[in-house]
Each structure stands twice: as C-alpha cells, then as structure tokens.
C-alpha cells in the first residue's frame, strides 16, 4: 500500500537515488512520511539504453546505504499492453497509461450497461467537504461512458496482466489520463472511477489531465484558482469514490507535474489539509538538470561537459524538441548561441538553467532545451558518467536541495522555496 504521501522522482541516469532519497530523510526529520517513487517510462529507458532493473538496482542500493526502513517503490511509468513486459519482474508500482484509447468507441452493450449499473449517479450528488451539490446528468454518464469505456477496459486488461505476473496486494496500479488534449472534469473522474471499480481495478492513484499547461521543467500556466477549484473537486470525488464505490481508502491524486509546478503548489497544499487528503506528487527528469547545475558549478571539465551539451542539443533542437512538441514552449530568439554559452562562467550557467522563476538570469528557453536534451548525454555514455562520478557531492547536494526545497517541503509542508 502507498503511503498518504509520496513523490515520484526520475533519475534518468541512476546516479542519483541516494541524492533523491536524501530529499525524504530530510522530509522524514521535519515530521512528515513522504514515500519515495522512483519513475521511469519505457521511452526514457530506450533513449538511455537502460534496463529497468537497473532502476532496482539503484533504488534498493541507495535504501540500505541510507537505511532507509520505510517503504519504496519502481514505478513503470506511462505503461502499456506491449511494453509492460519489461517491468514485471523489478517494479512494484504500474501507471498504465490509457490515454490515446480515450474517445475510442467502446461496445454499444458496455455502454447500456454501465450506465444501467451506474443510473443512481445521476441527480444530485453531495461530496464531502463541498457545499455546492455536484449535479450529474444522465447525459453526462452516457457520454463520460461514450468516452472513457473503452480505455478503462483496455486498463483492465493491463491490470490483470500485472496482476496475474505479481499477485494481489503486490503492487500500486495508477491509471493515467494526462497525456491527452483535453482536461477531464470532476464530473468525469467520478463517473471514470466508478467505471474503473466496475471493472475490478483496485487503484491506489489517479493521475486525470488537470486545466491549464504542465510544461516540462518549468513553471504551470493557466488559471490558478480555476486550478484550486478542480483540483478540490476532484479530491472530494475520489473521497465520494472511496466511500460508495468500494475503491481502496488510500486512493488519491497523482499529479503528472512534468515537474516544477510552483505557483500551483500551494494550492495543493491548502487543499489536502482542508480534505485531510495525500498525494502522489510526481516530478519528471528535472534530476538531470541538476546534474548539469553540478557539472557547471564544479567548474573545469565539468563546466566545459556541460557546455558541450548545450551546443549539441541547440545544433539537434528541432529533433530533439519534436518527441514533446505538446508540452514544451521554447522561444528560439531567447535561447543564446553556443558561442556565447562558451563564454560563460559557472555562475552564468547555472543561474540562466537553475529553477528560480524570478531571477533576472533565469532563462525558461535554454531550461526547457536542456531538459529535452538529455540524449545529447546519453550518448556520451561513460564520458558523461565518469564526470557524474567525479563530481558526485556537488551534484548531490543540488538534486537533494531541488527536490526537497522546491518540491517537498511547499507540497507536503506548506513552506515556500
Ligand atoms: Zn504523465
């Protein structure tokens, strides 16, 4: 079972699991559990060239040289029927990943059926914690159904792969709807979790698109008080969902951050202490940009690396743009030449590439670049990681400053960066 609170961190090149697990014994000294997750998708696994055990491997060695007694887990993020494979034997936390079935046609009897099943959610519904009744119409079931049927069935199947490689109680399944164009209302994630417990997935995370852009590595943009406002509905729906559908009490949110949502942060915040509710925060591969913040910091052939990658992935920056067109927004008259990145210092490097919204030198262009750049690195290979290697507390110290500054301590905590 996961904890109320977790954090699902990436370390593309797992060299930084003692860094991250670092981050929750830091959490862990303030007063608060927050369980870590490692995740890693398949398609990050075939840029890099690694396997998912290696993930295992780095995870269960950085819990014992930290002694770490609480629980952990790998997850097998963005999953599918085909590629779930790989990820039976070392990971114990599945987000299967439906989204492209979404508005694909499900059965005609499905549909009649569940919404037969289902009538008693059309009306009025009280959620705990809302004032307002939430109203469900018939129509909204028949169309959520018209919708969603067909991707909750096809995560049924995925569940019951996992489920028959590992057993029951072995393992987190999350569903995951982000990766899609348009946000899923409150309205809808009631009925899909409905759907969902009819189809015998006994889901612990929920991971639905929430309004506004989750850009990669940087900042949310969107309504923030639209935001807090679904954000509480949908809490108050998975709280409806635990109590009348049978689902596992510890069901909560997952949000697909693409990491570094800040200005949403406090009001997730302020919402899990109003509902007494957890979350599974996850992060994407920001560790990496940490790594390069090391890299630069530590000056020399460090600096010089991370120089090298900047001008690599400026050269390649359309091909290595392409794969995340949807959730970057680079402005190509903002990021510098490589020549002009060649001059800088270390202080200039990291203070255009380090996370901080408001610094004048901040540059949200080269940030998001890099982000994506990472097979720039990965074919590097052992040149990149011998230099991980070398400058390994330096590195360290950025990723457990990133990860519990900027992201554990304002999420779990309530405090600002
Ligand atoms: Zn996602």
């Not at 954090?7 to 959490?27: M, N, P, W």
């Not at 559990?33 to 998912?52: D, L, Y």
């Not at 005609?108 to 009744?133: C, M, N, T």
């Not at 940009?289 to 990658?309: H, P, R, T, Y």
């Amino acid at each position: 079972m996961l904890g109320k609170y977790s954090v699902g961190t990436g370390d593309r090149f797992a060299h930084q699991a003692k860094a991250q697990l670092k981050a929750c014994i830091q959490a862990l000294d303030s007063g608060i559990e927050v369980i870590p997750v490692w995740n890693k998708s398949n398609r990050e696994h075939n840029i890099i060239g690694s396997e998912p055990s290696s993930v295992r491997t780095a995870a269960d060695d950085a819990a014992r040289a930290l002694d770490w007694r609480l629980p952990y887990f790998l997850d097998a993020d963005h999953i599918t029927l085909e590629t779930v494979g790989r990820f039976l034997a070392p990971c114990d936390f599945y987000t299967i990943d439906v989204a492209d079935f979404i508005g694909q046609p499900a059965d005609a009897a499905d549909i009649d059926e569940f919404v037969a099943r289902r009538s008693s959610l059309a009306g009025k519904i009280q959620l705990p914690g809302i004032d307002v009744p939430f109203e469900i119409s018939s129509d909204d079931l028949r169309h959520t159904a018209q919708k969603f049927l067909a991707a909750i069935k096809i995560a049924g199947q995925v569940y019951r792969t996992i489920l028959a490689a590992k057993g029951e109680g072995n393992f987190v399944p999350e569903v995951s709807m982000d990766e899609t164009d348009r946000a899923q209302s409150p309205v809808e994630l009631l009925i899909i979790l409905a759907a969902i417990a009819d189809e015998g997935i006994t889901i612990q995370t929920i991971a639905p698109k929430f309004s506004g852009r989750f850009n990669k590595g940087v900042d949310y943009v969107g309504d923030l008080a639209q935001f807090e406002r679904e954000f509480a509905l949908d809490v108050a729906a998975i709280q409806y969902a635990v109590a009348h559908f049978g689902l596992p009490a510890n069901l909560k949110l997952s949000v697909h951050s693409g990491s570094d949502k800040f200005s949403i942060y406090p009001a997730i915040h302020r919402t899990m202490k109003k509902f007494d509710a957890g979350v599974h925060l996850k992060t994407a591969g920001t560790t990496w940009l940490e790594e390069l913040i090391g890299l630069a910091e530590s000056g020399g052939a460090g600096l010089a690396l991370a120089k090298e990658i900047y001008a690599e992935a400026f050269s390649h920056r359309e091909e290595l743009c392409a794969p995340y067109a949807t959730v970057i927004d680079i402005v190509p008259a903002r990021l510098p030449s490589p020549t002009e990145v060649s001059a800088w210092t270390s202080e200039q490097y990291t203070s255009a590439l380090r996370h901080v919204p408001n610094a004048p030198a901040y540059n949200s262009s080269l940030r998001q670049l890099l982000h994506v750049g990472f097979k720039v690195a990965a074919k590097m290979g052992p040149r990149y990681l011998s230099l991980l290697e070398s400058n390994e507390t330096i590195i360290g110290l950025n990723v457990t400053e990133n990860l519990y500054n900027r992201h554990i301590a304002p999420v779990f905590l309530g405090r600002n960066a």
